[in-house]
């Protein structure tokens, strides 16, 4: 087997979507303190100008949903600062609530900005690194991504699709020396969880209420490190390392003690006051 080379970050360009705020935003410090050369694209210029000035990354505004706009950031980024070495795409939103609940758009909406947002990412600098012969692309799945949670049926999916991706990416690139990872960030303090937190229904809330969040900044260091030791899998927490070693197998065991708890709490959410 070949000996793996260390990635080198002070000879490296790292692109972070989703840059502006929570994970995305930790990822760009925690690269910049590597002394990599950063570039972080959002949508929102005043946000993406605040985090990237303090730190001295470059930026772009682009929507990861539009395949052209986001295209065209990352070429004026990699003019700016040489060819992408590593791709973290951390765009992403959740908005939970029950199935029949939910608007028929959102479910469309997740898919585009989770799912399609890896892709066109991926793809905005796939070719230069599969010419090149080297890369690396970490995507951002999640534990509801690996396990059924209630109140995620538009979530859950989206990030499942990412875990796919990755794997049927690691095939196809893995040969002209391009590494795909799969980051898994448990619940984690950031504005946009945040704001997930203020529409979850109350089976979700006895689901995920247990949980203590990490910072961003707990996850940015878990991807600084993962890309040190070549992972192709990203955990933080317990739950999601066993569910990536061992897959569906886990599933059917964890199924009745969350059925207990959410029907606990439908109990209780329905019961007269």
């Given at each position: 087997?070949?000996?793996?080379?260390?990635?080198?970050?002070?000879?490296?360009?790292v692109?972070?979507?989703?840059?502006?705020?929570?994970?995305?935003?930790?990822v760009?410090?925690a690269?910049?303190?590597?002394?990599?050369a950063?570039?972080?694209?959002?949508?929102?210029?005043?946000?993406?100008?605040?985090?990237?000035?303090?730190?001295?990354?470059?930026?772009?505004s682009?929507?990861?949903t539009?395949p052209?706009?986001?295209?065209?950031?990352?070429?004026?980024?990699?003019?700016?600062?040489?060819?992408c070495?590593?791709?973290v795409?951390?765009?992403?939103t959740?908005?939970?609530?029950?199935?029949?609940?939910?608007?028929i758009?959102?479910?469309?909406?997740?898919?585009?900005?989770?799912?399609?947002?890896a892709?066109?990412?991926?793809?905005?600098?796939?070719?230069?690194?599969?010419?090149?012969?080297?890369?690396?692309?970490?995507l951002?799945?999640?534990?509801?991504?690996?396990i059924?949670?209630?109140?995620?049926?538009?979530?859950?999916p989206?990030k499942?699709?990412?875990?796919?991706?990755?794997?049927?990416?690691?095939?196809?690139?893995?040969?002209?020396?391009?590494?795909?990872?799969?980051l898994?960030?448990?619940?984690?303090?950031?504005?946009?969880?945040?704001?997930?937190n203020?529409?979850?229904p109350?089976?979700?809330?006895?689901v995920?209420?247990?949980?203590?969040?990490?910072?961003?900044?707990?996850?940015?260091?878990?991807?600084?490190?993962?890309?040190?030791?070549?992972?192709?899998?990203?955990?933080?927490?317990?739950?999601?390392?066993?569910?990536?070693r061992?897959?569906?197998i886990?599933?059917?065991?964890?199924?009745p003690?969350?059925?207990?708890?959410?029907?606990k709490?439908?109990?209780a959410?329905?019961?007269?006051?």
């Open positions: 087997m070949a000996k793996r080379t260390p990635f080198d970050w002070q000879r490296s360009h692109i972070v979507t989703g840059g502006s705020q929570g994970i995305g935003a930790a760009a410090r690269a910049r303190a590597r002394a990599a950063v570039s972080i694209i959002a949508r929102g210029e005043e946000p993406l100008r605040a985090t990237a000035e303090p730190i001295g990354a470059a930026w772009a682009a929507d990861v539009d052209d706009e986001l295209q065209k950031a990352v070429d004026e980024l990699e003019r700016r600062s040489g060819p070495d590593l791709l795409a951390c765009a992403g959740a908005l939970p609530g029950r199935f029949l609940e939910v608007p758009d959102e479910f469309e909406s997740q898919m585009r900005l989770n799912y399609l947002g892709v066109h990412a991926a793809r905005a600098v796939l070719p230069g690194m599969v010419s090149r012969g080297r890369g690396h692309l970490v951002t799945s999640s534990t509801a991504g690996m059924g949670v209630v109140g995620y049926t538009g979530y859950g989206t499942a699709a990412v875990h796919q991706l990755a794997h049927c990416l690691r095939y196809e690139v893995g040969p002209a020396g391009v590494t795909v990872a799969v898994y960030p448990p619940d984690t303090d950031t504005p946009g969880f945040a704001v997930e203020t529409r979850k109350p089976e979700t809330v006895a995920s209420g247990a949980i203590t969040p990490v910072s961003a900044d707990v996850v940015a260091a878990a991807v600084i490190a993962g890309i040190d030791k070549g992972r192709h899998h990203i955990a933080i927490d317990p739950l999601t390392r066993v569910l990536v061992a897959g569906g886990v599933e059917p065991i964890v199924r003690i969350l059925a207990r708890m959410i029907g709490a439908r109990a959410s329905t019961a007269p006051s």
